[in-house]
């Protein structure tokens, strides 16, 4: 062999050698080590929150009004709901009763049993079928002999709140995080349906004295009138009068006394009712 023939071959050699240890295995692209944090988009599977339990009331004709929070799911909410109608409060076999699509939150059922206590359930997806369902709520025959009726607390403000007008929207904000202008909590042996408010705000001593009410963005006398305005009521057991803070209990305010009466009816019509009084400085 000669000498220009045997570096050549030295040279091949070399380069075989080299591919041969610098070779790497096939690259793994993606992998899932948990089927409920698979992603896609901003989403994930295990993004979405457990829905609250639907609050359903019957008519006298036996059709059943079903009604729920949105679900979270990440950064926005569910895009669809399922309600089923159970055979039993556990177990048992389910049927769907109605769907809807976001932003959505109430169907009815028309296929009620008449003469039968119901139960629901609500299943909230977002994609293609990332599921969560709620917890079963009982809707019972219509006029039924439920006597009980609904438990209801004020949350705050609490009777003797008192704070400067200059803090006191701040103080709301903190003692409902979830937003309003009051809150608070209910519960019922089968279901609360509807609370309902009276926010009263009273300025003034003697013949300068002025009432207005709360209508939900702002106050006016008419809404005085009205009666009671209709709560945002949230899984059957939370509820909060509508509004910002800011705008209800501005800064500025001044001295004004409150009075809060709430009132919540349960699926049997049974009703409680609770009050509460503060005031600004």
Do not use: H
Request: charged share 10%; glycine share 12%; hydrophobic share 40%.
């Amino acid at each position: 062999m000669s000498r220009l023939a045997a570096v050549v071959l030295a040279l091949l050699l070399g380069l075989g050698v080299g591919a041969a240890l610098g070779a790497s295995p096939r690259a793994t692209l993606a992998a899932f080590s948990d089927s409920a944090a698979a992603s896609s988009g901003e989403l994930t599977s295990g993004a979405i929150a457990k829905p609250t339990s639907p609050v359903g009331s019957r008519s006298l004709a036996g059709a059943v009004t079903l009604s729920w929070a949105a679900t979270p799911a990440g950064t926005g909410t569910a895009g669809t709901y399922r309600v089923l109608r159970w055979s039993a409060p556990t177990g048992g076999t389910s049927v769907q009763a109605c769907a809807t699509t976001a932003p959505t939150t109430t169907c009815s059922d028309a296929g009620a049993p008449l003469l039968a206590t119901t139960y629901y359930s609500l299943v909230a997806t977002v994609g293609a079928a990332w599921s969560k369902e709620s917890d079963r709520v009982a809707v019972p025959v219509a006029g039924s002999s439920d006597t009980v009726a609904p438990a209801l607390a004020v949350g705050f403000p609490t009777t003797g709140t008192s704070s400067s007008s200059s803090s006191f929207s701040t103080k709301v904000a903190a003692g409902c995080p979830a937003g309003g202008v009051a809150c608070g909590s209910t519960s019922d042996n089968v279901a609360t349906t509807e609370v309902t408010y009276r926010l009263e705000r009273r300025s003034g001593t003697g013949p300068g004295a002025s009432t207005v009410c709360w209508n939900g963005s702002a106050w006016a006398s008419a809404t005085c009138l009205l009666g009671q305005q209709p709560a945002t009521l949230v899984g059957g057991t939370a509820w909060r009068v509508p509004g910002s803070p800011e705008s209800a209990y501005p800064n500025t305010f001044g001295a004004a006394a409150f009075t809060l009466t709430v009132r919540a009816v349960d699926a049997a019509g049974n009703a409680t009712t609770a009050t509460s009084t503060f005031s600004t400085t």
